[in-house]
């Protein structure tokens, strides 16, 4: 089966960067994404990786190695609406599965 | 372009009764993801749908079913309901298997009393 692993809560102070790592298991691996969700709200999309490397988008930037099944997303110039939660997921041949979530708190 | 778009908002149901929630995909996309978040955790995987077939179900008791139609809508229904049913209840679309962007509607808040 699949299993993600991504740490519980992260906080930090406006400006600051993060990093949120990802690590999973899985078979049939198309790709590893994220997805931020604020409280009430719906998740939205933030960026894939299928292949090894860094992509960035803005303040965001997503990293992938399949050879460590590892991957992790940087939040650069953090700003108060970066607080969140973040998940990262996998895709495979089976379905699209999410890890538990990272909390992102940012302090004034 | 319209996004996901899913029905009711929020449902109330009492225990035993049976709730049918629905979801409208981005169109062209042919894959249909559904999702339980109990209040404060993840997201649990519950079905997926693509070309009109389940392609998997993740580890949820049968009675929680659904069915895509051939414009790609599709139904979640959970029968006999129990309180622990109450939750959020996400529907996703992607283009193609794989799910490799996906594209989440509001979702349904169910709430069985």
């Known amino acids: 089966g699949q299993s993600l692993e991504q740490p519980s809560e992260v906080t930090a102070v406006e400006g600051a960067i993060v990093q949120i790592n990802c690590t999973y298991q899985t078979s049939g691996f198309y790709g590893l994404s994220w997805y931020q969700q604020h409280d009430g709200g719906a998740p939205t999309f933030l960026s894939y990786n299928a292949l090894d490397g860094l992509e960035e988008t803005g303040r965001f930037s997503s990293f992938l190695s399949r050879s460590d099944s590892y991957g992790y997303l940087l939040l650069q110039e953090l700003q108060m609406k970066d607080s969140a939660s973040y998940f990262c997921?996998?895709?495979?041949?089976?379905?699209?599965?999410f890890g538990a979530g990272t909390t992102v708190t940012v302090r004034a | 372009e319209a996004g996901v778009t899913q029905s009711p908002t929020h449902l109330i149901k009492t225990r035993g009764q049976q709730a049918t929630l629905r979801c409208s995909p981005i169109s062209g996309h042919t894959s249909v993801y559904w999702y339980q978040q109990a209040l404060g955790l993840g997201l649990q995987f519950l079905l997926w749908y693509d070309e009109g077939e389940e392609r998997n179900r993740g580890n949820f008791p049968p009675r929680f079913s659904g069915r895509q139609f051939p414009n790609y809508s599709s139904e979640l229904n959970v029968n006999a309901l129990e309180l622990e049913d109450s939750a959020l209840y996400l529907c996703?679309?992607?283009?193609?298997?794989?799910?490799?962007?996906?594209?989440f509607g509001q979702g349904t808040r169910l709430t069985v009393v």
């Open positions: 997921a996998v895709s495979d041949d089976y379905k699209l599965s």
């Open positions: 996703a679309s992607s283009l193609r298997q794989g799910g490799t962007e996906a594209f």
